[in-house]
């Protein structure tokens, strides 16, 4: 039985491929329909900008979380005091939050294992979180085209207001005496019909597009203290 060369098939796999796709173009053109691979472009680049500002959250809530917690146990190994899990999750929280926010307005942030966050040409951005649903997000993607502008959701805060640091909650552990996670979500009993999450929104006026996400809450993120 004859082997055949498995970059041989590849190759032959991207032309058919290529010409499939060339073919397709040209039967379109000829159909008169215009093909706006700018605007292709930029809903591409609305979509990974969105999974990068959001990969930067997470990144900002982990090395906060760590640097707080270990913040908090070497206070305790010069004091000699008892460790305490309410103290260790207010001291990680807040320095979690406290990262978290130097990302408002699409800031650059670096963090010591130098994750960069970088803003993109012709868009805005906006971190936020609050509290809302599928329906509110497919309405906030089409005001923002019809206003012009990036939105968040109503009654949603910058992600640097206070009330995010709600929002980072570690997983309790079975001896409740260590973290070694977290997940980002909201929880209040007024909003029992709306998830609280972290979110971003996404515009390009240039293009006229659009974007909304946020962090799934069941999202839970390793904390390593080292």
């Given at each position: 039985m004859l082997m055949q060369n498995p970059r041989s098939l590849g190759f032959v796999s991207?032309?058919?491929?290529?010409?499939?796709?060339?073919?397709?173009?040209?039967?379109?053109?000829?159909?008169?329909?215009?093909?706006?691979?700018?605007?292709?472009?930029?809903?591409?680049?609305?979509?990974?900008?969105?999974?990068?500002?959001?990969e930067a959250v997470l990144e900002a809530a982990r090395s906060g979380s760590q640097e707080g917690l270990k913040q908090y146990l070497?206070?305790?190994?010069?004091?000699?005091?008892?460790?305490?899990?309410?103290?260790?999750y207010s001291r990680a929280r807040a320095e979690a939050h406290r990262r978290m926010a130097l990302l408002d307005n699409f800031w650059s942030f670096?963090?010591?294992?130098?994750f960069e966050l970088v803003a993109v040409p012709d868009f805005e951005t906006r971190l936020w979180c609050g509290y809302t649903d599928s329906i509110e997000l497919e309405s906030?993607?089409?005001?923002?085209?019809?206003?012009?502008?990036?939105?968040?959701?109503?009654?949603?805060?910058?992600?640097?207001?206070?009330?995010?640091?709600?929002?980072?909650?570690?997983?309790?552990?079975?001896?409740?005496?260590?973290?070694?996670?977290?997940?980002?979500?909201?929880?209040?009993?007024?909003?029992?019909?709306?998830?609280?999450?972290?979110?971003v929104s996404v515009y390009s006026k240039k293009f006229n597009v659009s974007g909304v996400s946020y962090i799934p809450p069941s999202k839970h993120i390793e904390v390593k203290i080292i």
């Amino acid at each position: 039985m004859l082997m055949q060369n498995p970059r041989s098939l590849g190759f032959v796999s991207f032309i058919l491929v290529f010409v499939s796709i060339s073919l397709l173009l040209i039967l379109l053109r000829f159909q008169g329909v215009q093909i706006n691979l700018s605007k292709a472009i930029a809903v591409e680049q609305a979509y990974y900008l969105q999974m990068n500002a959001k990969e930067a959250v997470l990144e900002a809530a982990r090395s906060g979380s760590q640097e707080g917690l270990k913040q908090y146990l070497a206070e305790l190994a010069i004091s000699g005091s008892k460790f305490n899990i309410d103290s260790a999750y207010s001291r990680a929280r807040a320095e979690a939050h406290r990262r978290m926010a130097l990302l408002d307005n699409f800031w650059s942030f670096e963090s010591s294992e130098s994750f960069e966050l970088v803003a993109v040409p012709d868009f805005e951005t906006r971190l936020w979180c609050g509290y809302t649903d599928s329906i509110e997000l497919e309405s906030i993607k089409l005001r923002m085209l019809q206003e012009g502008t990036v939105l968040s959701c109503n009654g949603c805060d910058s992600i640097s207001s206070f009330k995010c640091i709600d929002f980072v909650n570690f997983v309790p552990q079975p001896d409740f005496l260590s973290i070694n996670s977290f997940y980002l979500e909201g929880r209040s009993p007024f909003y029992l019909l709306k998830h609280g999450v972290v979110g971003v929104s996404v515009y390009s006026k240039k293009f006229n597009v659009s974007g909304v996400s946020y962090i799934p809450p069941s999202k839970h993120i390793e904390v390593k203290i080292i």
